[in-house]
């Protein structure tokens, strides 16, 4: 009885319950927009073709953001075997839709290979980096018709954005100095992870590596942009053309990546499509059909392809006192 009230209590904490709760109210009110009924028999009648499509393009989505992964991780001397590296993308992958879901593969690399959090989460954020440069030069030089505006606030995000990261990596030789400065060991801990983030950061600013991952990410974005039409086109829009949808799911990643997604990008994302659908003269049953009929085959395909990763490798979290060190190959105890 005391384990039930121990896990009730972790799970309603404010972190764990309200991104849940908004969640659930953002897709409460993208449903009263639409007609869900007419969505729900759509959804049964989805080609067996749209759903290979989906499959097919969640592998190629798959398999490029874990070449970009590793290719990180060894700019910055992160060396993991293969099977711990697959179950860390999977459970980041399995994980990306939940608040800071995506930064479970850094936890598990530390629990497996005992790689530092903050040195490792230097590739995961270089990709959101990479992430957002590429959906934001899309926005850029793609137009939304009436929304003009979102083409200058696109360049106006990605300047502040670049700019943000040089001021970071400019700063990193003065933020050396501020460990020893607080007295608290729990602050120098975070200040000690932040430092590794930045020294990541600045391994991984190389034009080489940033060329690849821009390329890598608009070859990932594209397959899931060509899911996403499928799917489209597969609930009864059928006039959505490629462009548009891609433009339509973009704008909703966009808002999603520079802050949305840090609460819940369930329902908004779905939401967010909906609205700028309207754009194209989309209705918001049409719309609901679109993002909620690609939530669940996209989900389904990643869930499809990452579990049975999961099953096969879940024994590389290995028992207290025997994990072996990513960093140079040491072992250490925990």
Not at 52 to 69: E, N, R, W
Not at 316 to 332: A, F, L
């Amino acid at each position: 009885m005391l384990k039930i009230f121990t896990h009730a209590r972790a799970v309603l904490k404010p972190q764990v319950i309200l991104p849940v709760l908004l969640a659930a109210a953002l897709l409460v009110f993208a449903f009263s927009l639409g007609d869900l009924g007419k969505v729900v028999a759509r959804l049964r009648d989805l080609p067996l073709r749209v759903l290979g499509i989906s499959i097919g393009g969640a592998a190629v989505y798959l398999g490029c953001k874990a070449v970009q992964l590793r290719l990180m991780l060894r700019r910055i001397d992160v060396c993991i075997p293969p099977r711990p590296f697959w179950l860390a993308f999977a459970v980041g992958e399995l994980t990306v839709t939940l608040p800071l879901g995506l930064f479970s593969q850094n936890w598990v690399l530390s629990a497996s290979r005992r790689v530092h959090v903050g040195r490792s989460s230097a590739a995961t954020v270089m990709m959101l980096l990479v992430e957002i440069a590429t959906v934001f030069l899309f926005l850029a030089v793609i137009a939304i018709p009436g929304w003009s505006e979102v083409r200058w606030i696109s360049v106006a995000l990605l300047v502040v954005f670049a700019s943000a990261v040089a001021a970071a990596l400019l700063f990193e030789d003065k933020a050396r100095e501020l460990p020893d400065r607080f007295r608290r060991e729990w602050v120098k801990k975070i200040a000690k992870g932040a430092i590794e983030l930045l020294d990541g950061l600045r391994k991984l600013c190389t034009p080489h590596t940033i060329a690849v991952s821009l390329v890598l990410a608009a070859i990932y974005l594209g397959a899931l942009a060509t899911a996403f039409w499928q799917v489209g086109r597969g609930m009864h829009v059928q006039h959505l053309s490629y462009l548009d949808a891609t433009t339509i799911y973009m704008f909703s990643l966009a808002v999603i990546l520079i802050g949305a997604g840090l609460i819940s990008q369930i329902g908004t994302v779905d939401l967010l499509g909906m609205v700028i659908a309207r754009a194209w003269g989309i209705g918001y049953t049409d719309g609901l059909a679109m993002m909620l009929g690609f939530r669940i085959v996209w989900t389904g395909s990643i869930w499809l392809l990452c579990l049975p990763i999961v099953g096969a490798t879940w024994r590389e979290m290995p028992s207290h006192g025997k994990r072996k060190s990513g960093d140079g190959g040491k072992q250490e105890s925990g």
